[in-house]
């Protein structure tokens, strides 16, 4: 399985950005399609954002559709999130999580068999 390490969150104001990043080691990076899913206090994981293996593919969930935008580095082994127009709700730990076939664009986590430890997201309105 493909190790995963997040970075880049922090604590931001409302109408501000981040841009979240993902490291993968172990692995033939191309051959996974990646994800991020996000989980708030009390509340389920949920679903954020899916790429495919060579970044031709993207699919978003309906509350960040407009805002975030995933890409991949499949040279630097790496995926990106990268969040406009941040909104208090959007505060949560953010989780990067990897999966095959690459061509599929999942979005139930327990799709996904490799996961990073996360990293929170604090939005202050």
């Known amino acids: 399985q493909v190790q995963l390490v997040e970075s880049g969150g922090g604590l931001v104001q409302a109408g501000g950005s981040l841009r979240l990043s993902c490291t993968a080691s172990?692995?033939?990076?191309?051959?996974?399609?990646m994800g991020w899913f996000r989980q708030a206090p009390r509340k389920e994981r949920e679903f954020v954002a899916a790429?495919?293996?060579?970044?031709?593919?993207?699919l978003y969930a309906d509350s960040v559709k407009g805002r975030f935008t995933i890409s991949r580095d499949n040279a630097k082994n790496m995926v990106y999130l990268q969040m406009n127009s941040l909104k208090p709700e959007d505060t949560a730990v953010y989780y990067c999580?990897?999966?095959?076939?690459?061509?599929?664009?999942?979005?139930?986590?327990?799709?996904?068999?490799?996961w990073g430890q996360g990293t929170q997201v604090t939005v202050s309105s």
């Open positions: 790429i495919n293996y060579n970044g031709g593919g993207t």
């Open positions: 172990g692995g033939t990076f191309s051959y996974y399609a």
């Open positions: 999580a990897a999966t095959q076939p690459a061509t599929l664009l999942l979005s139930h986590s327990r799709e996904y068999d490799s």
